[in-house]
């Protein structure tokens, strides 16, 4: 069994900053190794958004909506994704959730996060 779990988020002022982890745990871990880890987002209304995904080195595509604001590490041996945001805005308001897939023989299967509220307000 995969278990995700987010730390981080709440409510801070616009032009604040703010950092989310998310750690992945389970037995799993002990056999089969994570192959992409990353963030998505989803404001009131609207459809989820991609942040970005890590693999194997590179580096996200962030989309242009916070290019220059976010920033997405991974921390490989800890199996830990962090998003650190920056210059936060209003419209950055949503929850937002880690994801992790993992290829276990040939199937790839995929993991969330439980969710974290992040507020941008004054």
């Known amino acids: 069994q995969v278990q995700l779990v987010q730390s981080g988020g709440g409510l801070v002022q616009p032009g604040g900053s703010l950092q989310l982890s998310c750690t992945a745990s389970?037995?799993?871990?002990?056999?089969?190794?994570?192959?992409?880890m990353g963030w998505y987002r989803q404001a009131p209304g609207k459809e989820r958004e991609l942040l970005g995904i890590l693999g194997d080195g590179g580096r996200p595509n962030y989309p242009d909506s916070v290019k220059g604001r976010f920033t997405i590490a991974r921390d490989y041996a800890g199996n830990t994704v962090y998003l650190h945001m920056k210059s936060l805005e209003p419209e950055d308001t949503a929850v937002y959730y880690c994801y992790i897939d993992v290829y276990i023989y040939s199937d790839l299967l995929d993991y969330w996060g439980q969710g974290t509220q992040v507020t941008v307000s004054s």
């Open positions: 389970g037995e799993v871990f002990k056999h089969f190794r994570i192959n992409t």
